[in-house]
């Protein structure tokens, strides 16, 4: 089971249908695109361990891509793939963790988005462009310390 | 957490190399340092966190509670959609 750290999101939906058929809908691309593509893109999926995942995002008017790989694979059970700002200065991508569980005879799904803590960005950078007191000699020195 | 406390964490560290990245984290924002006393501690400062993950929030929870919805329709309907061959099924076998 894929560890989710302390910040996260986590949303959950409970579904009256077994595990088996809502993991169905995991099972290639053309199945995850019916319904995880809903408010975003899903340009890219590959089932399985160490497949390519890329989603396309619309933000006030701009499309950025999204993309990372299947780090954990539990047909069933658990997805989690990484998801990286491409052309950001993320230092490290974000992760989705999706995980079935069986409840009151139907499933329940819960989806975690984490890995916040790898980005080493504040948000005024990110969206709005404006210097938040960080500096470029500081991303540097951090990315150095954390790859100590 | 004192420096020393940090320092011993990290035996192969000098000292003057930890007080250098606890410099460099609490320029980053990423450490609140308080002095007590003779000593400085240091804590994690959590709000530059959560700010982070309060902006990207707002833009993917939506995102991810209309593709949860869409999910539970799909699945759902086509769980009912067997169901309902299995109860013709028996019918038909009466």
Same mark, same amino acid.
């Given at each position: ?53 890329? =989603?396309? $995002?619309? *933000? ?9 790989? !299947?780090?954990? /694979?539990?047909? @069933?059970? #658990? ?14 991508? =974000?992760? $989705?963790? *999706? ?9 329940? !799904?819960?989806? /975690?988005?984490? @890995?916040? #803590? ?31 | ?94």
């Amino acid at each position: 089971m894929t560890q989710v750290s302390p910040y996260h999101v986590r949303r959950s939906v409970w579904i009256d249908a077994s595990s088996d058929t809502v993991w169905s809908h995991f099972e290639s691309f053309e199945a995850m695109r019916t319904w995880y593509g809903i408010g975003h893109q899903l340009a890219a999926y590959e089932a399985r361990l160490g497949g390519h995942v890329v =989603t396309l $995002v619309d *933000i006030d008017g701009t499309t950025h891509r999204f993309s990372g790989d !299947v780090v954990h /694979f539990e047909p @069933g059970r #658990e997805i989690t793939f990484e998801q990286f700002w491409e052309g950001s200065s993320w230092l490290g991508p =974000t992760s $989705v963790t *999706i995980r079935l569980s069986e409840l009151d005879g139907g499933t329940l !799904v819960e989806l /975690f988005h984490h @890995g916040y #803590e790898r980005l080493g960005e504040p948000v005024g950078e990110m969206l709005d462009g404006f210097e938040s007191g960080w500096t470029n000699r500081h991303v540097h020195a951090l990315r150095e310390l954390v790859h100590a | 957490m004192t420096a020393g406390a940090l320092a011993d964490e990290f035996p192969t560290v000098s000292r003057p190399a930890v007080s250098k990245h606890l410099r460099i984290l609490r320029e980053a924002g990423l450490v609140v340092a308080e002095q007590a006393g003779r000593e400085w501690h240091y804590t994690l400062d959590t709000s530059l966190l959560a700010d982070i993950q309060r902006t990207w929030m707002s833009v993917f929870v939506p995102m991810f509670d209309a593709s949860l919805d869409e999910l539970r329709r799909h699945a759902e309907s086509r769980s009912h959609m067997s169901e309902e061959k299995l109860d013709r099924g028996r019918h038909l076998a009466r």
